[in-house]
């Protein structure tokens, strides 16, 4: 069963254990600053949107995450870390990451595409107030490389990544994972990939996840 949103009330969501086998919760509300970080702080995030509803909401049983200390780094990528061939920001170029991934792949012209132009409006907004994260990975002065996500707690939601040379999103989540092992924080993928997995991802239950999720502290994460 999906559950329909009322949506005059801002942020309420079902019981988020009630998301059907494939994560599916509910459907409606709007991708406006209050729905989002509601959202995120029960491990509900937006998937796609539904031109006859609105945004499809999700949040999976079992969690597909990256512990830091657990990440793979494949002697390969280390190499490359150690040629110093890129170099890696964080929260530079918000706007430029987000709508490179949109465009990654050919994603924006394919039939369904998810990264629209009312997502990209409404995480920006989300960067603006400090809750949206940007990675950035770069070869002299290009920008080859990064991904994004939405910072709660001691939890990173990471939301899409492109790379426009080799390895460069590998070091982007590197150097998240980093910097989210600081917190002894932890980095929710969303969904499987082969590549996530390749990275280090496993799965985890919905409980320990919200462990994370409302952990607050001096050490929360800080980007």
């Excluded at 254990?17 to 989002?36: F, K, M, P, Q, V």
């Excluded at 512990?67 to 918000?94: A, C, W």
């Excluded at 991904?147 to 899409?160: K, R």
Aim: charged share 20%; glycine share 8%.
């Amino acid at each position: 069963m999906i559950f329909r949103l009322d949506d005059n009330q801002i942020g309420r969501f079902p019981n988020p254990t009630l998301a059907d086998e494939d994560g599916r919760l509910a459907i409606g509300g709007e991708l406006s600053y209050w729905w989002l970080t509601t959202a995120y702080c029960y491990g509900i995030f937006p998937w796609y949107i539904d031109p006859k509803y609105g945004p499809v909401w999700y949040c999976p049983h079992k969690r597909f995450v990256i512990f830091p200390d657990e990440i793979h780094i494949s002697h390969s990528m280390r190499q490359l870390i150690k040629k110093g061939t890129y170099h890696v920001t964080f929260n530079h170029e918000f706007r430029r990451v987000i709508e490179s991934c949109s465009r990654a792949q050919g994603r924006n012209t394919e039939e369904g595409a998810w990264l629209t132009d009312d997502f990209i409006k409404a995480y920006t907004e989300l960067y603006t107030n400090d809750i949206a994260v940007s990675v950035e990975v770069w070869q002299n002065d290009d920008l080859v490389g990064g991904l994004y996500g939405i910072a709660l707690g001691n939890v990173f939601c990471g939301e899409s990544m492109f790379s426009l040379a080799p390895s460069a999103s590998k070091l982007a989540l590197i150097e998240l994972a980093r910097k989210v092992g600081e917190t002894n924080g932890i980095i929710d993928c969303q969904f499987e990939t082969p590549h996530l997995k390749s990275m280090g991802g496993r799965y985890i239950s919905y409980e320990e996840y919200l462990t994370y999720t409302y952990r607050r502290s001096d050490k929360s994460l800080c980007f």
